[in-house]
């Protein structure tokens, strides 16, 4: 038996997901060569993500002619080169989505960011990108803004896999796993097979540790030096607790019955950024069976390379995790008001790397006709 860290993570019930995807990676080999080398059960996608990607231009420029001449706007070859990358990555998942009977396997595309605050338009669109890439095992990325979990719930009423993000606090979790429950009771009610949809929570780290840090910092008292990098993995592993208790809940058992699947927490943005801290840090800290870690590469080869698995490291340290936000909160760092705006900086990331995107495409597709 393989002793590799990553195979002891997967051994250890975390399904590893690599948080980046390219043309490149695709017609490489690399994303295939990951999954037998690394243990990569799956892909996560963003607008940063792609707007680095198809930025770069590898891969992409004959695709980009042919848009072009088709007469194809900006955010109409945005979806035509998204949705061909995320469909060729699912087929090489396909072995793995199968085996796992859906739970891994998967690759994720996000709706457009400017649509975060628009709930028609985001189920709109989520229809629309799960026709476009056409195979069982994708996921369509909504973000859980308050327009979201309407949304939320109305794609998985449509039968339609959901990876929800940009999730940062508690309250917020639980009403994502809300707005999933009352999808799949209505696509009961509608005759749809329970058992063929599955979902995702991505639960962000390392941002939270960056906020919080940098606040710790500026009061630079001993009790607020003793919290440095504490409050993302306390965060994290209180949602992990929330899971536990939701999904043995009567309500979610009784689902259960019925053939409907956990929606899974996934651990996001753990790349770290802090460099007195561990490159392995939101992975080994952040193991328990069921959850999913996406992780991008540069932290993914560093957990292969010296990540130290120790088994679950979440559900003895509950109290604790509570003690650390309690004395967070004690010394006037709002949670409430820091997720807040860790939720906007995130929707405007997306937004930058949105435009930025479009404005890439649209000088290829202008070079192409000229």
């Given at each position: 038996?393989?002793?590799?860290?990553?195979?002891?993570?997967?051994?250890?019930?975390?399904?590893?997901?690599?948080?980046?995807?390219?043309?490149?990676?695709?017609?490489?080999?690399?994303?295939?060569?990951?999954?037998?080398?690394?243990?990569?059960?799956?892909?996560t996608t963003n607008p940063t993500i792609f707007a680095g990607a198809i930025g770069g231009g590898v891969g992409?420029?004959?695709?980009?002619?042919?848009?072009?001449?088709?007469?194809?706007?900006?955010?109409?070859?945005?979806?035509?080169?998204?949705?061909?990358?995320?469909?060729?990555?699912?087929?090489?998942?396909?072995?793995?989505?199968t085996a796992s009977n859906g739970f891994d396997g998967r690759v994720s595309i996000e709706v457009e960011p400017?649509?975060?605050?628009?709930?028609?338009?985001?189920?709109?669109?989520?229809?629309?990108l799960w026709a476009r890439v056409d195979r069982p095992n994708a996921m369509i990325k909504i973000p859980a803004?308050?327009?979201?979990?309407?949304?939320?719930?109305?794609?998985?009423?449509?039968?339609?896999?959901?990876?929800?993000?940009?999730?940062?606090?508690?309250?917020?979790?639980?009403?994502?796993?809300?707005?999933?429950?009352?999808?799949?009771?209505?696509?009961?009610?509608?005759?749809?097979?329970?058992?063929?949809?599955?979902?995702?929570?991505?639960?962000?780290?390392?941002?939270?540790?960056?906020?919080?840090?940098?606040?710790?910092?500026?009061?630079?008292?001993?009790?607020?030096?003793?919290?440095?990098?504490?409050?993302?993995?306390?965060?994290?592993?209180?949602?992990?607790?929330?899971?536990?208790?939701?999904?043995?809940?009567?309500?979610?058992?009784?689902?259960?019955?019925?053939?409907?699947?956990?929606?899974?927490?996934?651990?996001?943005?753990?790349?770290?950024?802090?460099?007195?801290?561990?490159?392995?840090?939101?992975?080994?800290?952040?193991?328990?069976?069921?959850?999913?870690?996406?992780?991008?590469?540069?932290?993914?080869?560093?957990?292969?390379?010296?990540?130290?698995?120790?088994?679950?490291?979440?559900?003895?340290?509950?109290?604790?995790?509570?003690?650390?936000?309690?004395?967070?909160?004690?010394?006037?760092?709002?949670?409430?008001?820091?997720?807040?705006?860790?939720?906007?900086?995130?929707?405007?990331?997306?937004?930058?790397?949105?435009?930025?995107?479009?404005?890439?495409?649209?000088?290829?597709?202008?070079?192409?006709?000229?």
């Amino acid at each position: 038996m393989t002793t590799s860290p990553t195979a002891a993570l997967s051994r250890a019930g975390v399904s590893i997901w690599l948080d980046d995807l390219s043309r490149h990676r695709i017609e490489s080999g690399e994303l295939r060569d990951l999954l037998t080398t690394h243990h990569v059960v799956g892909v996560t996608t963003n607008p940063t993500i792609f707007a680095g990607a198809i930025g770069g231009g590898v891969g992409y420029g004959e695709r980009i002619a042919a848009c072009a001449a088709r007469g194809l706007s900006a955010s109409e070859t945005i979806v035509e080169l998204t949705t061909a990358d995320v469909a060729d990555a699912c087929d090489i998942f396909a072995d793995v989505y199968t085996a796992s009977n859906g739970f891994d396997g998967r690759v994720s595309i996000e709706v457009e960011p400017g649509l975060a605050r628009d709930t028609a338009g985001t189920v709109a669109q989520a229809r629309e990108l799960w026709a476009r890439v056409d195979r069982p095992n994708a996921m369509i990325k909504i973000p859980a803004t308050e327009e979201g979990l309407a949304a939320i719930t109305a794609t998985i009423a449509a039968g339609i896999s959901v990876n929800v993000t940009l999730i940062f606090s508690i309250e917020r979790y639980r009403q994502v796993i809300n707005a999933y429950l009352t999808g799949l009771e209505q696509a009961r009610a509608a005759g749809i097979d329970l058992s063929t949809i599955h979902s995702v929570a991505s639960f962000f780290v390392s941002r939270v540790d960056t906020e919080i840090d940098t606040r710790l910092a500026d009061l630079g008292t001993p009790e607020a030096q003793a919290l440095l990098g504490q409050a993302a993995i306390a965060n994290a592993r209180l949602a992990y607790e929330v899971y536990t208790d939701t999904f043995s809940s009567e309500r979610a058992r009784h689902l259960g019955t019925l053939g409907a699947n956990p929606q899974r927490p996934l651990w996001a943005s753990t790349g770290v950024k802090n460099p007195d801290f561990p490159d392995t840090r939101y992975v080994t800290e952040l193991v328990a069976h069921g959850v999913v870690n996406t992780m991008p590469e540069a932290t993914l080869r560093a957990v292969a390379d010296h990540g130290e698995v120790r088994g679950d490291t979440i559900s003895s340290e509950y109290l604790e995790s509570n003690q650390a936000l309690n004395a967070v909160d004690a010394l006037g760092i709002d949670y409430v008001a820091l997720t807040e705006q860790l939720e906007r900086e995130g929707l405007e990331k997306f937004d930058a790397s949105w435009a930025e995107l479009c404005d890439t495409v649209e000088s290829a597709l202008r070079e192409s006709r000229a």
